[in-house]
């Protein structure tokens, strides 16, 4: 009789069609992603004279710059590093290769382990909008690089459910 710490490991699969489809998908939110962190996100206006555009990754650089190390660490690793991280774990799980080598479930630990950060990132930005918002003579003015970078936000998230979903399928 097999108890669950004897049972021997399902094998977990997606069918090659619907990876290539969601390859694609995932294909747009890392185009996305891209142009998201480096294009213009906001501009703040303070005294009507004094204006300040800003993407992710100037932000980030900036932060860097002023000697802000531990925040520079936190908004690139929750903003850059773990979504690129997310993106690349994707890839993998969608791949033949972790199909055919069994790696599929390690990689489905990791995007569990993973989904615990998997918004911080949208919240560092939502944080710091709330935060400029807050002053009494600063204005903001969001770009098309916020809406890029939600954009990919929602489709890695939209991959990554319809990946656990079909995998959590196929093991039951």
């Given at each position: 009789?097999?108890?669950?710490?004897?049972?021997?490991?399902?094998?977990?699969?997606?069918?090659?069609?619907?990876?290539?489809?969601?390859?694609?998908?995932?294909?747009?939110?890392?185009?996305?992603?891209?142009?998201?962190?480096?294009?213009?996100?906001?501009?703040?206006?303070?005294?009507?004279?004094?204006?300040?555009?800003?993407?992710?990754?100037?932000?980030?650089?900036?932060?860097?710059?002023?000697?802000?190390?531990?925040?520079?660490?936190?908004?690139?690793?929750?903003?850059?590093?773990?979504?690129?991280?997310?993106?690349?774990?994707?890839?993998?799980?969608?791949?033949?290769?972790?199909?055919?080598?069994?790696?599929?479930?390690?990689?489905?630990?990791?995007?569990?382990?993973?989904?615990?950060?998997?918004?911080?990132?949208?919240?560092?930005v939502?944080?710091?909008?709330?935060?400029?918002?807050?002053?009494?003579?600063?204005?903001?003015?969001?770009?098309?690089?916020?809406?890029?970078?939600?954009?990919?936000?929602?489709?890695i998230?939209?991959?990554?459910?319809?990946?656990?979903?079909?995998?959590?399928h196929?093991?039951?």
């Amino acid at each position: 009789m097999n108890t669950p710490e004897t049972q021997p490991e399902v094998p977990v699969f997606i069918s090659q069609s619907i990876a290539r489809k969601l390859r694609w998908v995932l294909l747009a939110a890392t185009i996305l992603f891209i142009i998201g962190i480096v294009a213009p996100m906001m501009t703040i206006s303070q005294f009507v004279l004094v204006q300040n555009s800003f993407s992710v990754l100037s932000g980030v650089m900036e932060l860097l710059g002023n000697g802000q190390f531990l925040l520079f660490l936190v908004v690139a690793g929750f903003s850059i590093l773990l979504p690129i991280l997310k993106i690349g774990v994707l890839f993998a799980l969608m791949s033949r290769r972790a199909q055919q080598s069994g790696k599929l479930s390690r990689y489905l630990h990791l995007m569990h382990e993973y989904g615990r950060w998997a918004m911080l990132d949208v919240m560092v930005v939502a944080i710091l909008i709330v935060a400029v918002k807050l002053g009494a003579i600063v204005s903001v003015e969001i770009h098309y690089g916020l809406y890029l970078f939600g954009a990919s936000v929602l489709l890695i998230m939209l991959v990554t459910r319809r990946v656990v979903h079909l995998t959590d399928h196929n093991n039951t």
